[in-house]
């Protein structure tokens, strides 16, 4: 900054890491009828707690599932109890939640 006299000041640095998990979640189909596939990709070996939502926000469906490190697939079958309409799928491992919406027919 350089100030009304001329003078220069120069203010601190800050470094800041992303941080960022790699779980880069997908499902398909989407939209879906009866089934779909949930994939993402864990750093660690864990357990991840899968939910689904409805629209309102409103818990329709909790899973817990025995992760490996890397590429996962997780399938959820039996959908079509759902009502038709739009769905949040999360799934979350240790503190990172990731969201994908999905579309259910039938």
Same mark, same amino acid.
């Given at each position: 900054m350089?100030g009304?006299? /001329?003078?220069?000041?120069?203010?601190n640095?800050l470094?800041?890491?992303n941080t960022q998990?790699?779980?880069q979640l997908?499902v398909?189909? %989407?939209?879906?009828?009866?089934?779909?596939?949930?994939r993402f990709?864990?750093?660690?070996?864990?357990?991840?707690d899968?939910?689904m939502l409805?629209?309102? /926000?409103?818990?329709?469906?909790?899973?817990k599932?025995?992760v490996?490190?890397?590429?996962n697939v997780i399938s959820l079958s039996n959908?079509a109890?759902f009502?038709?309409?739009?769905?949040?799928?999360?799934?979350?491992i240790n %503190?990172?939640?990731h969201?994908?919406?999905?579309?259910?027919?039938n």
């Open positions: 350089i009304k006299a /001329g003078e220069i000041k120069y203010s640095l470094i800041i890491k998990a790699r779980i997908s398909s189909p %989407n939209p879906a009828s009866s089934n779909i596939q949930v990709y864990s750093e660690t070996e864990t357990v991840a899968l939910r409805d629209n309102t /926000g409103k818990i329709v469906l909790v899973q599932q025995k490996v490190k890397g590429n959908l109890r009502s038709n309409g739009s769905y949040f799928i999360q799934v979350q %503190n990172n939640l969201t994908q919406k999905i579309v259910l027919f």
